[in-house]
């Protein structure tokens, strides 16, 4: 979702502005996508990196983070009128407690919601979730390894597979994404689903977060239409 920023400035708003129509934009998107029954919708809300930007944009974002994080659990929310189930994924430890709270809460809310899944990227980048996987992967093989040992059954080796690095992910909770859009006419991944996105199609409109449309996902949902067999032969061959 890249721009708001940009989109303020170009349109002489007061910071903090370009977020708030960003979000307005994100609910039209979400509501196009689950019409179309598309079940599974991530979003980059917010990087590790973004932590590094003046102190006060920081608190302004993750003030409007929870508000719209609450903003879910009202009935008439998107994630209630579509029954979408909510994820938030990355190093929530690096929250403040209270967007942490609200996140768990949302999560918590909509967990029997199973028409589709929408998840949160939030204090998150690829290269965190990675090394957070392998972290944990080997956490899992040392205790497999002193069971072993512990038995009698001797210092056999203990495999590791990408499945077991895989199932430690955070963005586990849904399948490896068909299509990525990056706003601005950026072909950056920005360390975002880096580990995720080897087979998928990468979209950069020029328009701006807040400016993008409809037809913008018509257009990528048809090009990846377009592609499906020729992705799905590349998908099994790697």
């Known amino acids: 979702m890249d721009g708001n920023r940009r989109y303020a400035k170009k349109n002489n708003l007061e910071e903090g502005a370009g977020h ?8 039209k998107m979400l509501k196009y996508c689950y019409e179309l029954e598309v079940k599974y919708v991530t979003i980059y809300a917010f990087s590790i990196d973004n932590f590094k930007r003046r102190p ?3 608190q302004s974002t993750m003030q409007l983070i929870q508000e719209k994080i609450e ?3 009202e009935e008439e929310s998107i994630v209630n009128r579509y029954g979408v189930r909510v994820y938030f994924t990355g190093n929530l430890e690096l929250l403040s407690k209270p967007v942490k709270l609200a996140a768990e809460k949302a999560m918590n809310a909509t967990a029997n919601n199973s028409k589709a899944v929408l998840s949160i990227c939030i204090a998150y980048t690829s290269t965190d979730e990675i090394v ?3 972290e944990e992967t080997c956490n899992e093989k040392w205790d497999e390894f002193r069971v072993l040992d512990t038995s009698g059954a001797g210092y056999g080796s203990v495999d590791v597979a990408v499945a077991d690095v895989e199932k430690h992910m955070y963005m586990a909770v849904a399948p490896d994404p068909d299509i990525i859009i990056r ?3 950026e072909t950056r991944l920005s360390n975002f689903l880096l580990w995720q996105s080897a087979s ?3 979209y950069s409109p020029e328009v701006l977060w807040p400016e993008i449309g409809f037809r913008h996902l018509v257009r ?6 377009r592609n499906f067999a020729y992705l799905e032969k590349k998908r099994k061959q790697s």
């Not at 708030?20 to 609910?27: E, P, S, T």
């Not at 990528?220 to 239409?225: C, G, I, K």
Request: hydrophobic letters at 60%; zero cysteines.
């Open 132 to 134: 957070h996987a392998v």
């Open 200 to 202: 998928s199609i990468l």
């Open 71 to 73: 903003g879910l659990l």
């Open 183 to 185: 706003t601005s006419g």
């Open 220 to 225: 990528v949902v048809w090009d990846f239409q």
């Open 20 to 27: 708030r129509v960003g979000f307005l934009a994100l609910m």
């Open 56 to 58: 006060e944009e920081v």
